[in-house]
């Protein structure tokens, strides 16, 4: 593939009508910006020259939202691709990656649970999993409950006393105790050899069996040994297997037969207004209904109904890792034979669409759009409370601070490890809501202790040096900025803190020369925000507002994130004191020397005389810490 390298900038302008004469009559994608750089609009073309240039011929029919967002854009750019489905493919990549505003976008951003099997392991696992990988794993659903799945999960464990450790069987065995599970009975041991390779797998197949939603053999079973139980008096074992049997039989009532015919389908259908649309999805696996998912979708540039229906399934099923054998859709689409393909070629196993016109087949579709009508009618007020808790809370923000726009906000943090190191933080909200995609973490590498002001500083050197440096070689290369990591500048920097970490970042970003604005978050004695300061003024904010509510979640999302860090760096053993590095200290010592001196820099600063004094020091000790922290490398630090 290959990419234009026309970019816009102060030195040569963009000229869309110099730049739709380049067109090649190549497969691509093309992408459209606005004025601020952002991307606004991404599709795919067969032919690239036809495509882009019917958005700026006026003798062309265009609808009042395509000539508003045609009259947005600033410049465009486009990718060639050697096909139309390579072009399908990375069309679907963009759109999920950027959300361009004029795109028909799902609102609702949604990941499945599945029940994984280790099939690939000797002693197979039955495990709760969001994806679903290309591997030698056994994987069951997509489900629309996670609260059920595991359920699932935890009934197959009491059924076949599946193992849940991590350890590597059988190289494992008998090197640790059993665990818990073990003593009630919740597991075999096969850890501690208490089972065989073979048995095992005959539970796993079982297990495997009811997955398939074959429920028959596990009643039958559960009833024997239930009448069992009984007959030798053993009640207590009996009123176990009783509740089991009515676990199993809520989890089979759940599966509602919807066909004679066991394939695998999904069932689209969607309803609509001017701005919006709902789309309905029935789930069915081995002709059973399993679930139902409905989708919110923005719709503002969207002509016709089949329009979205074909949007939502190119989004829908770029991200969902389980293709159905069948797809039935309400109504025709324009690209359905290439989308089939598509989805063939990810599946292994053709995939085909259906549109249902008589019968059951065309029932079962109304059915699914009375659905997404009702959900429609019901959830608008509850959509309108969302955007005003999110774009609307962007949008007040920017109100406070005189900035007309505001569509991404990067929030830092700095924290301290046990006062002798630190890390820092950064989170970032796009309208609203967090991207954690774009999540960075930092450990300070330059600052020792508990320096708010200098660790800040480096953070936000790193953080933007970087970005400036990968835009240089994204240049460099013609590729587009928009695709590195760190080349996305906020509208916004939000600090946690007032004045001084404020000037802190306005130095980093003049000496690096940036121009975005700054604030901070002023807190009050309870260490609950207050206000916002911003250019030397302290600006109160209503307490009651959206854009308090988002404020407080940004700053207690950036120090969350700090803390997590935390917790990893203890756990792979990175948090240790430095006073662990010296030779003659041990636990004990370090411990005695915290709690006279307090601090990490109060032992540095202390003579060989005073930290011998200390409990359980002696002299060679002394002198090994007070050689630490003065020899030359140190004092250079």
């Not at 649970?113 to 039955?126: G, L, M």
């Not at 559960?222 to 009448?227: A, D, R």
Request: net charge neutral; hydrophobic share 35%.
């Amino acid at each position: 593939m290959t990419e234009n390298d026309n970019f816009s900038n102060n030195e040569n302008p963009f000229n869309i009508e110099e730049e739709l004469k380049k067109l090649p009559a190549s497969p691509g994608v093309y992408i459209m910006h606005d004025k601020h750089d952002e991307i606004i609009y991404v599709g795919k073309a067969i032919s690239l020259k036809n495509r882009v240039r019917q958005y700026f011929q006026s003798s062309r029919n265009k609808t009042a939202k395509i000539e508003k967002m045609v009259s947005r854009i600033a410049r465009f750019e486009y990718i060639i691709t050697d096909s139309e489905l390579e072009a399908l493919v990375l069309e679907c990549n963009l759109i999920k990656e950027h959300r361009p505003k004029y795109n028909t976008m799902l609102k609702d951003d949604k990941t499945y649970p599945y029940i994984k099997v280790t099939t690939d392991e000797a002693f197979p696992r039955v495990l709760f999993s969001r994806t679903m990988k290309k591997d030698k794993c056994r994987y069951f659903g997509p489900y629309t409950s996670a609260g059920a799945v595991k359920d699932t999960i935890d009934l197959i464990h009491k059924l076949w006393k599946i193992r849940t450790c991590t350890r590597n069987l059988p190289r494992d065995t008998g090197k640790d105790r059993p665990c818990l599970n073990y003593h009630i009975r919740q597991c075999s041991a096969p850890c501690q050899g208490y089972i065989s390779e073979e048995e095992y797998g005959k539970a796993v197949a079982q297990a495997l069996e009811f997955l398939n939603g074959h429920y028959a053999p596990v009643l039958t079973m559960l009833e024997g040994k239930m009448s069992a139980a009984s007959e030798e008096m053993d009640f207590e074992t009996a009123i176990e297997y009783r509740e089991l049997l009515s676990s199993v039989k809520q989890i089979a009532q759940k599966q509602k037969i919807t066909s004679q015919s066991m394939e695998d389908r999904d069932i689209i259908a969607m309803a609509r207004d001017n701005e919006d649309a709902v789309v309905q999805v029935f789930f069915v696996r081995d002709g059973k209904l399993i679930g139902r998912e409905h989708f919110h979708v923005s719709a503002l540039t969207a002509g016709d109904d089949g329009q979205i229906i074909g949007s939502f399934v190119k989004q829908f099923y770029a991200g969902t890792p389980f293709l159905p054998r069948e797809i039935w859709v309400q109504q025709e689409f324009e690209e359905m034979d290439l989308i089939s393909r598509w989805l063939t070629k990810r599946r292994g196993l053709g995939v085909k669409f259906v549109v249902p016109k008589k019968g059951q087949k065309e029932r079962l579709v109304e059915l699914a759009a009375k659905n997404a009508l009702l959900v429609l009618s019901q959830d608008k007020e509850k959509i309108k409370r969302e955007e005003l808790k999110t774009i609307g809370a962007m949008n007040q923000v920017g109100e406070w601070l005189g900035l007309s726009r505001v569509k991404r906000i990067e929030a830092f943090d700095i924290s301290n490890i046990s006062g002798f190191e630190s890390v820092g933080s950064m989170v970032v909200y796009e309208d609203g809501r967090p991207k954690r995609n774009d999540y960075r973490k930092f450990k300070i590498k330059t600052v020792q202790g508990p320096n708010d002001y200098a660790s800040m500083e480096e953070v936000l050197t790193r953080r933007f040096r970087h970005g400036l440096e990968e835009k240089q070689e994204l240049k460099g290369e013609n590729q587009n900025e928009a695709f590195g990591s760190f080349t996305r500048f906020p509208d916004l920097i939000m600090m946690d803190g007032g004045r001084g970490q404020v000037n802190v970042a306005l130095r980093v970003l003049e000496e690096l020369g940036l121009s975005i604005p700054v604030c901070g978050m002023v807190k009050d004695d309870n260490h609950r925000t207050r206000g916002l300061y911003y250019q030397n003024v302290e600006i109160p904010i209503d307490r009651h507002s959206e854009g308090f509510k988002l404020i407080t979640r940004i700053q207690d999302e950036a120090h969350r994130f700090a803390i997590e860090y935390h917790r990893s760096l203890r756990s792979k053993g990175q948090g240790r004191s430095m006073l662990d590095e010296i030779e003659g200290i041990g636990p004990a010592r370090r411990k005695a020397l915290m709690r006279r001196f307090k601090s990490l820099e109060a032992v540095r600063d202390a003579g060989i005389e005073e930290l011998a004094s200390t409990e359980g020091m002696s002299q060679k000790a002394a002198e090994s810490v007070y050689a630490f922290f003065h020899s030359p490398q140190k004092e250079n630090q």
